[in-house]
């Protein structure tokens, strides 16, 4: 009797050791309804202002603002080519779609005001505003 309750002991142990290896395998289950293009589904919407110390009055949008999104600081500060460029229009608005990447590096320059250096979270299917701000 005490070997045989010590064979089914071993029998359950070898059971639990087995099916663990089973359920930890990393094999990925195959996607049948994944669509390419629901990953480029982000958008960022910029919007480029000056804020004056003299008076609050003064503050206004700034247009003509050259924006780019880089995928990685170092292609940033490389000035490699950028993933997108957008210029601001005339109410300092500017926006850019159809983007795959959960993170931006955010370059803007202005030919007078200098550069602003920015980074952007972009999760799937949302929109992320960037306010960026000259002084």
């Not at 071993?10 to 990393?26: D, R, T, V």
């Not at 940033?76 to 608005?93: K, Q, S, V």
């Not at 803007?108 to 005001?113: D, E, F, N």
């Amino acid at each position: 009797m005490k070997f045989l309750a010590r064979f089914y002991l071993q029998l359950i142990l070898l059971y639990f050791i087995a099916f663990g290896f089973y359920a930890c395998s990393e094999t990925e289950l195959p996607d049948d309804n994944f669509n390419a293009s629901q990953n480029f589904n982000r958008t960022i919407i910029f919007d480029v202002n000056r804020i004056y110390d003299i008076s609050p009055l003064m503050d206004s949008t700034v247009q003509d603002v050259k924006i780019d999104i880089y995928l990685s600081y170092e292609e940033l500060a490389y000035d490699y080519y950028p993933e997108a460029t957008r210029t601001t229009d005339e109410n300092g608005h500017a926006e850019i779609n159809g983007l795959d990447k959960d993170y931006y590096y955010i370059k803007a320059t202005h030919p007078i005001l200098g550069i602003l250096i920015d980074s952007v979270t972009t999760p799937a299917n949302t929109t992320s505003f960037v306010m960026l701000t000259y002084y």
